[in-house]
């Protein structure tokens, strides 16, 4: 067995089944502002894994954190086998050129086009002659639907599109995994939908990992296999989708079924109204 | 005791900002040998940082040439010196105004947008999404700026000096009537290539070092927002300036004692 597949014992998930990721024991904070608090989290290898709970609980923060962009103050995240952490800054990338990104905003650059985007981290990490680079790039951006958008720039694009192309150049480099930063967020129907099918699709089709960071209920547990809701630093609950939309867990379910109060008050804390009201000054 | 905690807190907290730019000095500093096998990173932003700068630059040079020799018209001709007009002209562009004002002028443009550029980069996620390419946004995008702006700085100075001496030149033979040839003669005999010329790159590099490293350190330091990104920007602006004028007093102090 290799060192990165040792077998989980967590959850529902099946007996033996090899884990790309494992999180053990981890802790961070910003400040006084505690955000992960003892999280243990593993992530299977071929399956779609969502990360969902509410703003503000570090699902982002959780995903630099396996890119190694951010550092736990205790805890281990393993990638591959590899203690992403403990790396040198040549070996850490040369991890990141198996591990595909999606950010919220695309993070596309935004002063070269379509085209020259995906063809972005070709043309640093191999010798591809043009023509070959030229076909790879073409292919990438036909399996996203954009190849007739491959002259157009960045701010040319909407916000679905500039998903879609930063998907294309996340997989440029045929890698293990893809972890996706809310990608759903601010998306009309029609791109929604096509995302929701391309994330799945591109799993199934390329062999991927997916890790999906997302707070969309529905479209999300449409295509996960694995869900982990996290808040207040601590995984409340994981299993497969429909096994937490039926959850007897009133945290769970507030969350699942998007209702307005329950564990998560509707209010910030804050004084009595009245007390508050007559006060006078803020 | 409150206000000498406050102080200790905030020289702590200056020491670590240094502490900062110089690790990512050292850091621009390692990503330079890559630009030999990359020189077309470099040339794009000796465009951007140099040629776009060239407009602001030459108007300036040629109207502070005007205005240097003009008043040094009024003051000289009191002495009945006039015919030391060009050398005064030429020895003030060369030692002093040429690499200054281009480095006040070069941190408002370039050194502005070189802050907002990577600031921006920055809030819009591009270097975290350069970072998660296995592809180091210090190598790629802050090397090649600094030393386009370290090699644009005495250029853009050299120019400065140029076109100043051409409008004093107007303002004093054309409009003033300073013989043609004592003004060229007298700044050929008197101008020295050590003490001016040499000194003036001398200053002009060393400016450009520090204005550059300046704006890029801003632009990656800055908070990732848009009221960060503004900050930053002035705070390039303010502290090149601050360092400017400082540091033309050491230099002055060290070449001129």
Redesign the interface.
Same mark, same amino acid.
């Given at each position: 067995m290799r060192q990165g597949q040792e077998v989980s014992v967590a959850g529902s998930r099946p007996p033996g089944e090899p884990m790309l990721v494992k999180i053990r024991d981890l802790h961070f904070s910003r400040g006084d502002r505690k955000i992960f608090d003892g999280v243990d989290i593993d992530i299977p290898r071929g399956r779609v894994t969502a990360i969902m709970g509410p703003s503000g609980t570090g699902k982002t923060t959780l995903l630099k954190l396996i890119g190694g962009q951010l550092t736990p103050d205790r805890g281990t995240i393993e990638v591959d086998g590899l203690n992403v952490h403990t790396l040198g800054r040549r070996e850490l990338y040369r991890l990141r050129m198996r591990m595909g990104m999606l950010f919220q905003s695309g993070a596309l650059l935004t002063d070269l086009d379509v085209f020259e985007n995906v063809a972005y981290p070709l043309r640093e990490h191999t010798r591809l002659s043009e023509s070959m680079l030229r076909k790879l790039v073409l292919l990438k951006l036909e399996a996203v639907g954009l190849r007739g958008a491959r002259h157009l720039m960045p701010a040319e694009l909407s916000g679905g599109m500039a998903r879609r192309v930063a998907l294309a150049r996340a997989m440029a480099l045929d890698p293990m995994m893809i972890m996706y930063d809310e990608p759903f967020t601010g998306q009309d129907p029609i791109s929604m939908g096509v995302l929701v099918k391309l994330i799945r699709q591109l799993n199934d089709a390329a062999r991927l990992t997916s890790i999906l960071v997302s707070h969309d209920v529905e479209e999300t547990c449409a295509i996960a296999d694995l869900v982990y809701v996290i808040s207040d630093g601590r995984v409340i609950e994981q299993g497969p989708p429909q096994q937490l939309l039926e959850s007897g867990s009133d945290w769970t379910r507030q969350f699942m079924h998007g209702l307005p109060d329950g564990p998560v008050p509707f209010h910030y804390p804050a004084p009595n109204l009245a007390r508050d009201l007559f006060r006078g000054a803020a | 005791m409150e206000a000498l905690a406050r102080l200790g807190a905030g020289w702590i907290r200056a020491v670590r900002h240094l502490g900062r730019a110089l690790l990512l000095l050292l850091r621009i500093l390692e990503g330079q040998s890559e630009l030999l096998q990359r020189p077309r990173l470099l040339l794009e932003q000796l465009f951007s940082v140099g040629v776009l700068t060239v407009l602001i630059i030459a108007v300036s040079g040629l109207f502070v040439g005007m205005v240097l020799s003009l008043q040094g018209y009024y003051i000289l001709s009191q002495f009945a010196a006039e015919s030391a007009l060009g050398v005064m002209v030429a020895a003030s562009l060369l030692r002093e105004l040429g690499p200054v004002v281009t480095a006040l002028l070069f941190a408002g443009r370039a050194g502005s947008a070189l802050t907002a550029e990577i600031g921006l980069m920055k809030a819009? =996620?591009?270097l975290?999404?350069l =970072?998660?390419?296995?592809?180091?946004p210090v190598r790629r995008v802050l090397a090649p700026r600094f030393l386009a702006g370290f090699l644009a700085m005495p250029l853009l100075a050299a120019l400065f000096s140029a076109l100043g001496v051409l409008g004093g030149w107007f303002v004093g033979v054309g409009l003033l009537g300073v013989d043609d040839g004592t003004w060229w003669v007298q700044m050929q005999a008197r101008i020295d290539w050590n003490e001016d010329l040499a000194n003036g790159v001398i200053k002009s590099l060393v400016f450009g070092f520090v204005c550059t490293w300046i704006a890029v350190f801003q632009g990656y330091n800055s908070l990732p927002t848009s009221a960060g990104v503004s900050r930053a920007t002035t705070r390039t602006v303010v502290h090149s300036s601050l360092a400017v004028l400082g540091l033309d007093f050491v230099l002055t102090a060290l070449m001129f004692k």
């Open positions: - | 819009t =996620e591009q975290s999404g =970072e998660m390419m296995a592809v180091d």
